[in-house]
C-alpha cells in the first residue's frame, strides 16, 4: 500500500554531531549548527518553509540564527523558500551564477569557487562544481564528530536523471552536453570519502526510514561508509539506462 503523505512526514531530528535534518520528504533542508549561527543547506519550496521554521524551534533553535544559506542548485525545490527565509533572518545566499535562471524573488550575495571552502563557526565545508543536473549544480563536504568520531559528510548537489532526458532537455532548450558533465561529476565525486552520505532529496540516502531507525533504536544507520559509492553507482546506471532507452526509439 502506498504511504499517506503523513505517513511519509518526517518530524525534524539531529543526523549526527551538529548536522540536522529540517526538511520534508519531498524537499530536504538541513542545518548545521556551527557555535556561531546555522548554516541552511537548501531550502525547499516557498509552501515548506514554515514546517522548516516549526522544525529549527523544535530542535531548540530560531530561525533567526541561520546566518548562511547554501543552496546546491537554482531549481525550485531547492532555493523557492530564500525569499521567505529571509523576511525572518539576516543570512548571506550562495547559489552558482549558471544558475540563476532558475531563481525567483532574490539576488544571491555570491557566487562558488571550485574548492573554495566556506567557514562560519566551528564548521568549514567544501564546494566542489558538480554539473550535469544543471550547470551550476554543487556539492557539499565537511565534518561533524559523533560520539568523539570525526566523520565526513557529503552531498551530491544534483543527482537527479529525469532531468537530462532529450525530452526535458530539448523543451528547456538545454544541451544534451549536460549528460557529459553529469558522468564527469560523477567520476569526480568517488574520489571523496564520504561517512556520511546527506541526501539531496530524502529518497537518496533513504531519511525516511533511516531516522525512523534512529528514533526508535538509537541505530545510526546513516553512518555507512558504503553509502556514497553505491548512490554514485546507481545514479550513473539510471542515466545510461535513460540513454539506452532513448537509442532503441529512434
Known amino acids: 500500500m502506498a504511504a499517506t503523505g503523513e505517513e511519509k512526514r518526517i518530524p525534524p ?10 526538511g ?12 556561531d549561527g546555522l548554516i541552511m543547506i537548501d531550502t525547499g519550496y516557498e509552501k515548506t518553509v514554515p514546517t522548516i ?8 533553535f530560531s530561525e533567526k540564527d541561520i546566518r548562511l544559506i547554501l543552496l546546491s542548485h537554482g531549481h525550485l525545490d531547492h532555493s523557492g523558500g530564500v525569499p521567505r527565509l529571509l523576511e525572518v533572518c539576516n543570512a548571506e545566499t550562495r ?14 550575495d555570491g557566487d562558488y569557487s571550485d574548492g573554495e571552502v566556506i567557514r562560519l563557526g566551528n564548521t568549514a565545508v567544501t ?18 564528530t559523533e560520539n568523539g568520531k570525526v566523520l565526513r559528510c557529503g552531498m551530491f548537489g544534483g543527482a537527479g536523471t529525469k ?15 549536460q549528460r557529459d558533465m553529469f558522468f564527469a561529476s560523477i567520476d569526480r565525486l568517488r574520489k571523496e570519502r564520504v561517512d556520511l552520505f546527506v541526501g539531496n532529496h530524502s529518497w537518496h540516502n533513504h531519511t525516511l526510514e533511516n531516522a525512523a ?16 559509492l553505491a548512490f554514485l553507482d546507481k545514479v550513473e546506471n539510471d542515466m545510461k539506462t535513460i540513454i539506452e532507452k532513448e537509442k532503441k526509439e529512434l
Open 95 to 108: 547559489l552558482a551564477v549558471e544558475d540563476l535562471r532558475y531563481i525567483e524573488g532574490f539576488v544571491p
Open 53 to 60: 521554521i516549526d522544525g529549527i524551534r523544535s530542535l531548540g
Open 213 to 228: 531507525i534512529l528514533r526508535e533504536t538509537g541505530e545510526n544507520r546513516f553512518i555507512d561508509p558504503g553509502a556514497w
Open 24 to 35: 520534508t520528504y519531498g524537499e530536504s533542508s538541513h542545518i548545521i549548527d556551527t557555535g
Open 13 to 22: 531530528f539531529r543526523m549526527a554531531g551538529n548536522l540536522y535534518f529540517v
Open 163 to 177: 532531468q537530462l532526458t532529450r525530452s526535458y532537455l530539448d523543451a528547456r532548450g538545454l544541451s544534451l552536453s
Open 127 to 144: 564546494v566542489l562544481r558538480t554539473p550535469g543536473h544543471t550547470v551550476g549544480t554543487v556539492s557539499f563536504f565537511f565534518d561533524v
